[in-house]
């Protein structure tokens, strides 16, 4: 089992930045991929950042691209998502996602960005 944990939402004003993290416990040696979702009121959850935990490669969605990065921490078992340049339709519970030898889910963290 791995277990995660986010924090680092808030209210920011458009134009701001938010650093969200990760924190995965656990059998985190079975972590191959983790990715950050988020998902708006009213909205399906939709993908937002990918990275392979050992090699580090990264891909966006198109809305976040150039705004946000993922990294992580191999050392201390933690992903992170840095918004800079965040829009009101950011606004949304931001969830990390890891693929070991399932699925294992976060339980949000909520970002507000005010216009």
């Known amino acids: 089992q791995v277990q995660l944990v986010e924090s680092g939402g808030g209210l920011v004003q458009a134009g701001g930045s938010l650093r969200l993290s990760c924190a995965a416990s656990?059998?985190?040696?079975?972590?191959?991929?983790m990715k950050w979702f988020r998902q708006a009121p009213g909205k399906e959850r939709e993908f937002v950042a990918v990275?392979?935990?050992?090699?580090?490669?990264?891909a966006y969605a198109d809305s976040v691209k150039g705004r946000f990065t993922i990294s992580r921490d191999n050392a201390k078992n933690t992903l992170y998502l840095q918004m800079n340049g965040l829009k009101p339709e950011d606004t949304a519970v931001y969830y990390c996602?890891?693929?070991?030898?399932?699925?294992?889910w976060g339980q949000g963290t909520q970002v507000t960005v005010s216009s």
């Open positions: 656990g059998r985190t040696s079975s972590i191959s991929v």
């Open positions: 996602h890891a693929r070991g030898i399932t699925d294992y």
């Open positions: 990275i392979v935990w050992i090699g580090g490669g990264t």
